[in-house]
C-alpha cells in the first residue's frame, strides 16, 4: 500500500462529544507524574449501552482517544488519538505476509498458494 493512497475507511474526526464522553466515563486512570493523569475509555466501557446512546457510532472511535488531564489546574493537557497506530498495525501485518501469491508465468503451477 502506498503512502499516498487514500485508506479504505475513513476516520471520524475528533470531536467534542467524545472529547466531553472520554472525561465523563474514562474507566482508566494512569498516572503521568507531576499531576497529570492519563484517561482513556475501555473497549468494554464503550460497549455498554449509556456510551453507545450518547455516542452512536462513533462509541468504538472514542476507545481512541486519551486525554491527558491536569489534576492540579483542573483543565485538558493534550488530546492524543491513537486512530493511525490502529490502522499502520493493519497495515504491517498486510505487508509483513502475502498469505495467497500466484505465479501468472507458470501455467502448469497451482492458482493459488499459501505464502509466509
Same mark, same amino acid.
Given at each position: 500500500?502506498?503512502?499516498?493512497?487514500?485508506?479504505?475507511?475513513?476516520?471520524?474526526?475528533?470531536? +467534542?462529544?467524545?472529547?466531553?464522553?472520554?472525561?465523563?466515563?474514562?474507566d482508566? =486512570? %494512569?498516572?503521568? &507524574?507531576?499531576g497529570? $493523569?492519563? #484517561?482513556?475509555?475501555? =473497549?468494554?466501557?464503550? +460497549?455498554?449501552a449509556?456510551?453507545? @446512546?450518547?455516542? &452512536?457510532? *462513533?462509541? /468504538?472511535?472514542? $476507545?481512541?482517544?486519551?486525554?491527558?488531564?491536569? *489534576? #492540579? /489546574?483542573?483543565?485538558?493537557?493534550?488530546?492524543t488519538?491513537?486512530?493511525? @497506530?490502529?490502522?499502520? %498495525? @493493519? $497495515?504491517?501485518?498486510?505487508?509483513?505476509?502475502? @498469505?495467497?501469491?500466484?505465479?501468472? $508465468?507458470?501455467?502448469?503451477? /497451482?492458482?493459488?498458494?499459501?505464502?509466509?
Open positions: 500500500m502506498s503512502r499516498f493512497a487514500c485508506s479504505p475507511w475513513a476516520i471520524a474526526p475528533v470531536n +467534542a462529544a467524545m472529547i466531553s464522553a472520554v472525561l465523563d466515563y474514562a482508566i =486512570h %494512569r498516572d503521568l &507524574g507531576g497529570r $493523569t492519563l #484517561r482513556r475509555i475501555s =473497549h468494554e466501557r464503550a +460497549a455498554k449509556d456510551i453507545f @446512546l450518547l455516542l &452512536g457510532r *462513533d462509541a /468504538e472511535r472514542v $476507545t481512541d482517544i486519551g486525554l491527558v488531564w491536569n *489534576d #492540579r /489546574e483542573d483543565q485538558i493537557v493534550r488530546v488519538d491513537d486512530a493511525d @497506530l490502529r490502522d499502520s %498495525r @493493519l $497495515t504491517a501485518w498486510e505487508e509483513a505476509f502475502d @498469505l495467497f501469491e500466484t505465479e501468472e $508465468t507458470d501455467e502448469m503451477a /497451482e492458482p493459488m498458494r499459501l505464502c509466509a
